[in-house]
């Protein structure tokens, strides 16, 4: 797990490519929300102070058939020079690396920056395919990898690039990430909980899996607790539920006896007749029993019995990790379950992880970003963290 990070090479005079995270949320052309670039100002300015001659490269958006103008990096190199308080040079390129990437590279001085055009105006991009990572690698002598919210991702510019080019390093934003959950997850102080919500239960199969191999208590909560409920027999309603899962629930909850693991699941539910639409409209809502939701209404929230059972354990912990949210925490109505829990996470000494995604995005929406310890900044890619799996451009890092 322990990576050579920009601390441990020299670059005065190198040409780094780094790749960044710049996909910021974007209306009209105006930047919405500059935390990512915010995010990775430590690594570039680390880079610069040491003389390296610095090329940025991310991707923004999804474009579908090559470039397009909506998704360029344009008002990124505007926020970065104002945020650096240096000119950022912008390599308008469609093909990325093209006759003005060339030649801004081939004019930098020790401690430029440059900014290359969308990784993914190249199609190549998430195919992997080696011509365009030889491409990327050609402007370079280095490597520097601090898009954690991508590094799940075996794209040419995450990890195809390394191939031919070296050293191969992490940025202060990857280092923190494998810092904190890595050792979250293989040395955490204890009692360890983990609190996982969310609407589906596919997307986190692995994840309950791997965790009660490693945590104390489990906490499920959101969508995703339903099909858990029917695998107890109880009767969920018009809640969301996933038929082909029950025999898993089942054997889940096995697997947290025989192992001692506490399995905590809602002992009361907030329903209604159903989902709201839109969804921050006013909903009717009932709080019953969760083994006695009635046949016509949805579950879409935790009751207050269970956000008391929820917060007791969280504030008992030494070390909490969550991702997904408790209920449909976009309506304030139905926001209450996901507020508890983040609620008891601010309050308690804990090591608090959130695991990126809709948790993060909950967080910050209550005012309470900031009494976390970690905050992820890749929903996917803490999600296959914790599953325990592999990342394409962590794996392909140097070696400490």
């Given amino acids: 797990m322990a990576k050579k990070t920009i601390d441990d090479i020299q670059v005065q005079g190198k040409r780094v490519l780094v790749r960044c995270d710049f996909n910021v949320p974007m209306k ?7 935390k990512r670039i915010v995010a990775a100002l430590p690594t570039i300015k680390k880079l610069i102070a040491d003389g390296g001659k610095v090329i940025l490269c991310s991707h923004l958006g999804k474009p579908k058939n090559g470039p397009e103008e909506k998704f360029s990096l344009a008002p990124v190199a505007v926020r970065l020079s104002e945020l ?13 690396v093209g006759e003005n990437a060339k030649a801004a590279v081939a004019a930098m001085k020790d401690g430029d920056v440059v900014l290359l055009q969308n990784t993914r105006f190249r199609k190549e991009e998430t195919k992997n395919i080696e011509d365009f990572s030889k491409e990327l690698a ?21 990890a ?7 050293p191969n390093v992490a940025g202060y934003l990857i280092g923190k990430e494998l810092s904190i959950m890595g050792k979250a997850l293989e040395n955490a102080d204890r009692p360890f909980v983990a ?14 899996n791997n965790l009660l191999e490693k945590v104390d208590t489990l906490i499920i909560g959101g969508g995703m607790a339903f099909t858990f409920l029917k695998a107890k027999g109880y009767e969920v309603g018009k809640s969301l539920l996933d038929e082909s899962k029950i025999e898993y629930c089942q054997d889940m909850m096995k697997k947290a006896a025989e192992k001692g693991v506490k399995l905590l699941l809602p002992v009361d539910t907030v329903c209604a007749a159903s989902f709201p639409d839109p969804i921050d409209g006013p909903v009717e809502t009932i709080v019953t029993d969760s083994d006695k939701i009635p046949a016509d209404k949805e579950g879409l929230d935790i009751g207050p019995k269970t956000r008391e059972l929820f917060a007791e354990a969280v504030k008992g912990a030494k070390t909490v990790v969550w991702n ?22 601010a309050d308690s000494e804990a090591v608090t992880i959130i695991g990126g ?31 325990g799996k592999t990342l394409p451009g962590v ?3 140097d070696e400490k």
Avoid: W
Wanted: aromatic content about 6%; proline content about 2%.
């Fill in 160 to 166: 195809g690039v390394t191939a031919y080019t070296s």
């Fill in 84 to 96: 650096l308080g240096q000119h950022v040079v912008f390599a308008n390129d469609d093909n990325v």
């Fill in 324 to 345: 997904g949210p408790m209920g449909v925490f976009e309506n304030p109505t139905l926001a209450q379950g996901t507020l508890a829990v983040a609620q008891a996470m």
């Fill in 28 to 34: 009209d052309g105006k930047i919405t929300n500059d």
């Fill in 357 to 387: 995604g809709d948790s993060a995005a909950a967080v910050e929406q209550m005012g309470l970003g900031d009494r976390m310890t970690h905050i992820s900044t890749g929903g996917g890619a803490s999600l296959e963290f914790l599953e």
């Fill in 138 to 158: 050609s402007l370079a002598d280095c490597y520097v990898d601090d898009a954690f919210g991508s590094c799940h991702r075996a794209h040419c510019s995450t």
């Fill in 195 to 208: 609190v996982l919500g969310g609407a589906k239960i596919e997307d986190k199969l692995n994840v309950i």
């Fill in 395 to 397: 794996a392909c890092l």
